[in-house]
DNA sequence: CAGACCACTGTGGTCAGACCACAGCATACC
DNA sequence: GGTATGCTGTGGTCTGACCACAGTGGTCTG
């Protein structure tokens, strides 16, 4: 193991393990920078430069001046993080932007499948208000692409929310912000705006359907329809690809 | 917007618009630094702080000493940053822990369909040698239940690995880092660990022999067996809570 | 007395400089 | 020729300093 002695790493180890044990918890604020320093015998960079990851990660705000809303506060905003590490390996071509879509259509035909499910069940009153009226807002006469297609990443996310896995949501919403640099170029590529956000909205339409009438089944197959079709349209079709299972040098050498 | 003048970020967004633009690919070093530092006219302490962001996403690893293989270089290992933000979430509390099983029960269940209808097609072939060399190690007599957790985990892994989403297969990796602790501490309360590992083999033959033979509902269901069983067993079940769509608050102020 | 004003204080944000540990490389020495 | 040794470039860390900012509380003025 050895240990890695780095400072910051120490940095990092005593917030998880004060965030473990309950010491700390969202809301709270951590000590101000030079206290940390000098409670853990490290430099204020080291502490600083733990700090910068947890911010990245969504797990602290920072902010300057003084009063109770000042210094870092343990926030979990899961999604944030998300979207920052998978838009960075996508960047890096860790991620290829055909396995990002493949992976929203699993997660998402397991969503409506989910909510499906719980509609037949019925013992839970399923919530898709949110999700109706956003359909509703996406009806709006004299949308421009960019607006329409923030309420649709909306719609996908309240139906992911409705689901109540906030994992799913957070993974969701990075998905889909690491491609949104190329599902804007798609967009601008397509013969025609207004037929396709027609045929967009009436899938959506047909989604929210299915899961009302707690069709899983329909609603998995509504939804993969939805989702690879607008990505073939766009030239970023998800295509299954190379299951011969060629590795790639990840250039990872830990043991 | 604001643009967030903060020294860091401008490094964040240089290297990642380095990337981008092809100017950084996988495998290349960072210049040094003390060169960074002057090429974007900040201090060296704010390029170090977004490199530790790189480091812990998993974008590039850091060597000291001098040679080609010291610095700062590329390298797309996407499941340690997956990893790192899940157990910190999870710690956190931003994450819970039965939405990260059913996440990954989403995700396998669609690797396993993926998998058997691809084999169902026959113009790919699918390899799963790998996942078979796993389930011949795990048939191992006196295998210790971490090693037999490890060896499991490794199974999935393959799994995921055989069905080309590398996307699937870091988000995987990192759901079970995520909880590790859970797990382990789970199987210590197991009333006999050897009824329960040979009940995870047999559902371990039962996926792969459902996949090899092409039914994705069945190798479907089987993961969804396996996967709810053990957390079930494990007293960290992963039933659907609270479909109400009660909001916690998470301590997001952004517009 | 009420209000506006202002200096103080504590916080993160940044920089510059220094030193260390380490790994490769070139040179000198045997 | 082979080995030993010092040099050099790299990240890792610490210290100290300064700035910008936002509350806080006191002070001054009407």
Redesign the interface.
């Known amino acids: 193991m050895a240990e890695d002695r780095r400072a ?1 790493r120490l940095v990092l180890e005593s917030v ?1 393990s004060d ?2 044990s309950g010491r ?4 709270d604020r951590l000590p101000p920078e030079r206290t940390l320093a000098a409670d853990l015998g490290v430099g204020r ?1 080291s502490v ?3 700090l ?3 911010e ?4 602290v ?1 920072t902010a300057v001046g003084s009063g109770p809303s000042s210094g870092a ?6 999604s944030g ?2 979207s ?6 996508v ?6 932007v055909n ?2 879509v ?2 929203r ?3 998402e ?3 409506v499948a ?1 909510l499906a499910d ?1 509609v037949n069940a019925a013992s ?4 898709l208000a ?1 999700a109706r009226d956003l359909l509703s807002a996406m009806e709006a006469p004299g949308l421009t692409d960019a607006e329409f297609l923030a309420l649709d990443q909306r719609f996908h996310l309240a139906l992911a ?8 949501v ?2 969701m919403a990075g ?1 889909r912000d690491s491609i949104e640099h190329y599902v804007r170029v798609g967009a601008r590529q397509l013969p025609s705006w207004a037929d396709t956000s027609a045929r967009l909205m009436r899938e959506h339409r047909d989604i929210l359907a299915a899961v009302e009438s707690g069709d899983a089944t329909a609603a998995r197959a509504t939804v993969r329809q939805h989702i690879s079709g607008y990505y073939a349209e766009t030239n970023l079709s998800p295509r ?6 060629q590795h790639r040098d ?4 830990q043991p």
Do not use: C, K, Y
Not at 240 to 245: D, R, S, V, W
């Open positions: 910051w998880e965030l473990l700390l918890s969202p809301g960079s600083r430069e733990a910068r990851v947890l990245v990660l969504g797990l705000r506060v343990i926030v979990s905003r899961p993080g998300m920052a590490l998978l838009r960075l390996q960047a890096a071509h860790g991620f290829a396995d990002i493949r992976t259509l699993a997660l035909a397991a969503v989910d719980a839970a009153s399923v919530d949110a929310e409705a689901s109540g896995n906030q994992v799913i957070a993974t998905l299954t690809p190379e299951l011969t299972g990840l250039g990872l050498t």
